[in-house]
């Protein structure tokens, strides 16, 4: 200290400059792992619901699962057979009611109304509904369909699913025919082509996987909607009759009315059901990103 | 057009026919159509809305918004309770959710290793694909007894007798269901929202931009602090509006969790219900007038989400559309 040598000179300025940078590498690193656990948190609940699924759902989950139909309030056994099959049926109900018109407005919206200020605002209203709450389509429905037919209904609970799909295949449709190059639909009109034949058999094929994904995504997206329902198809325990009036079983409402009831088979069938309605849908996202990344 | 078509057909070769120009007519009609039936939806659902809530706003005027009571023996109903219950959750889900978000954000867009991006992205948007009933289980059988036992109990005896603290945090029946595990699980189920957005947003910046501010010295968090997000602040604010109106109108998690009391209580730690979950719980049992309320305090759910979704969208289709 006492001496006054080069080296001590040197380090002065060093120390000062040594101490601002450090408050700031700490407010670093801070930041870094703030942001990484902030991640980790986010992930561990999607393994700790994942985690829970399969703890208490395969153990729920057995033969008779498949093969029998919803118990009744304290009966033994039973399984989720009608279930399964009606969530299938209204499913595939909402996607056919969806898909011509999701696929047709997209097409609207990405061919024919470019820059039209019409094209703007569907797109912006289409772009609201996607996130609208799916419970005010389920009132909706409720107040068309329900009411004025007196009852509930399969075709009801499908047509609330398929207005719940509309707005992501109308997004999806857009977006993957707008990456179809501009030359493409050209060479087609070139040809002498109307448009109309250049839409459906040059761009419309050239965005098939997309357009394919955007379906996927919304099947995806409704396959587990329970609020919409619980107004429309509402439930039963009984095999589905084909022309869909009346209450329709499907999972999601089972697994609502059958997780915070007393009997114990109830819970059980409501583990199971969830864990089966839950992978199949990760499983669909999943493959729906892998086409999209493959199209890529 | 068959005139033409003849003309440049060699007479042996099969004749390709033009497609009639009605199907050309056809199609583009039938497309916008369905284009303009998306506004039909929205128009639909809005007087659907409005129409079938009329007799409780005729009845109760607006006392409806104001009023605490709903009582189902004397035909008298008030929306204030599911209006507090459904700004207070969403409010909580935001608090918690948006850092989280923001973090996670950053964590994908400057820190990740190349490698690891893609695995974190798809389980971070796993999580909106996990159905709204899945949380609702989740959070009744495992988030809320871990809640009560670890967070409500030791809180409240902590609490108890504080001044503001001790009312707004004390709870009376630590079953841990109440206003702040619904907000806790729903900013879980908005976190995949608004990171991913954020995330887009942040990998739209030039990154002439960061590596300018990396040049001069610049450390990740001041090029996050004072580049990233001023830049894309305002699509930010967009992203979290685009959360809140998940959060307002989210139904079954909720449901489960929430406690579902009729009555107003000055502590996040008690049951409380919001518009969604007292639509979900009371519709199948109800008739008359009971009916016109819910479906009035739909069409007030309604428009409290299109005006928060409206300004989400205008915020965030600045810098992209989503």
Redesign the interface.
């Known amino acids: 200290m006492s001496l006054a040598t080069p080296s001590t000179v040197r380090k002065l300025p060093e120390v000062t400059w040594g101490r601002v940078r450090q408050s700031r590498r700490t407010a670093d690193r801070l930041m870094k792992v703030i942001a990484t656990g902030f991640t980790l948190i986010a992930i561990s609940v999607l393994f700790w619901i994942l985690g829970m699924l399969i703890v208490k759902g395969l153990g729920g989950l057995s033969a008779t699962t498949f093969t029998q139909v919803t118990p009744g309030p304290g009966t033994e056994g039973g399984g989720l057979a009608n279930a399964i099959v009606g969530s299938i049926v209204l499913t595939f109900l909402g996607i056919a009611v969806a898909t011509p018109i999701g696929v047709l407005a997209g097409t609207y919206l990405a061919e024919y109304g470019k820059g039209s200020k019409l094209a703007d605002l569907i797109r912006f209203i289409n772009d609201i509904l996607l996130s609208a709450p799916s419970i005010l389509i389920g009132l909706f429905v409720y107040v068309i369909m329900v009411e004025p037919f007196r009852g509930y209904s399969g075709w009801a609970g499908g047509v609330a699913l398929g207005i719940i799909a509309i707005p992501v295949i109308v997004r999806t449709t857009e977006d993957m025919l707008r990456l179809v190059p501009g030359p493409l639909r050209e060479a087609g009109a070139a040809l002498g082509a109307p448009p109309s034949v250049v839409i459906t058999s040059i761009t419309w094929r050239a965005a098939k996987s997309g357009m394919v994904t955007g379906i996927l995504l919304a099947l995806a997206r409704i396959a587990g909607e329970t609020a919409p329902l619980i107004f429309t198809a509402l439930n039963n325990n009984f095999w589905f009759s084909p022309n869909l009036i009346g209450g329709v079983s499907n999972l999601p409402v089972t697994i609502y009315q059958f997780a915070s009831a007393p009997y114990e088979n109830w819970q059980q069938l409501a583990w199971a059901g969830s864990l089966i309605i839950t992978v199949s849908i990760l499983v669909l996202s999943i493959i729906a990103r892998r086409i999209v990344r493959g199209g890529k | 057009m068959s005139a033409v078509t003849d003309q440049f057909a060699a007479p042996s070769a099969p004749v390709r026919k ?2 009639k ?1 009605t ?2 007519l ?3 009609n ?10 039909v ?2 128009a ?2 809005m007087a ?2 409005v ?2 809530g009329w007799p409780a706003f005729r009845e109760f005027g607006f006392g409806f918004l104001t009023s605490s009571v709903w009582d189902t023996q004397n035909e008298q109903y008030g929306a204030w309770p599911a209006i507090v219950g459904t700004l207070s959750t969403a409010l909580i889900a935001l608090v918690v959710g948006v ?2 978000s923001l ?2 954000a ?3 867009t ?3 290793p190349p490698w690891f991006k893609q695995p ?1 992205s ?6 909106a ?10 959070g ?3 988030f809320a007894p871990l809640f009560a036992a670890y967070v409500q109990i030791p809180l409240s005896n902590i609490v108890e007798g504080m001044p503001i603290i001790g009312t707004v945090l004390y709870s009376r029946s630590p079953s841990g269901l109440g206003i702040l595990t619904a907000g806790i699980i729903l900013a ?1 189920m908005i ?1 995949p929202f608004i ?1 991913s957005i954020t995330r887009d947003m942040l990998d739209q910046i030039p990154s002439v931009l960061r590596e300018s501010a990396y040049g001069i010295g610049a ?4 090029v ?1 602090r004072h580049v990233l997000v001023p830049q894309a602040g305002v699509s930010i604010i967009g992203a979290i509006m ?1 959360g809140l ?2 959060a ?5 998690a909720v449901t ?1 969790v929430v406690g579902n009391a009729n009555r107003l209580s000055a502590s996040v730690m008690d049951p409380g219900s919001t518009i ?1 979950s007292r ?2 719980n009371e ?2 049992e109800a008739l008359g007038l009971q009916l016109n309320s819910l ?1 009035a305090l ?1 069409c007030i ?2 428009f409290v ?2 005006v928060v ?2 300004i ?2 205008i915020l965030v ?1 600045r810098v992209k ?2």
């Open positions: 033009t497609p120009g199907f050309d056809v199609f583009r039938a497309s916008f159509l369905a284009a303009l039936f998306v506004l939806l929205l639909g659902i659907s809305m129409i079938g850092p989280l973090g996670i950053v964590f994908l400057q820190l990740a974190v798809t389980a971070i948007e796993l999580l694909a996990v159905p709204s009933i899945i949380y609702g289980m989740w009744l059988f495992v879980f976190i990171a450390t990740t968090w001041e996050v685009l109106g998940r307002l109108g989210e139904t079954m489960f969604a639509i979900a519709f199948n479906i739909g759910l309604f989400t299109f979704l409206v989400a969208r289709s559309r989503y």
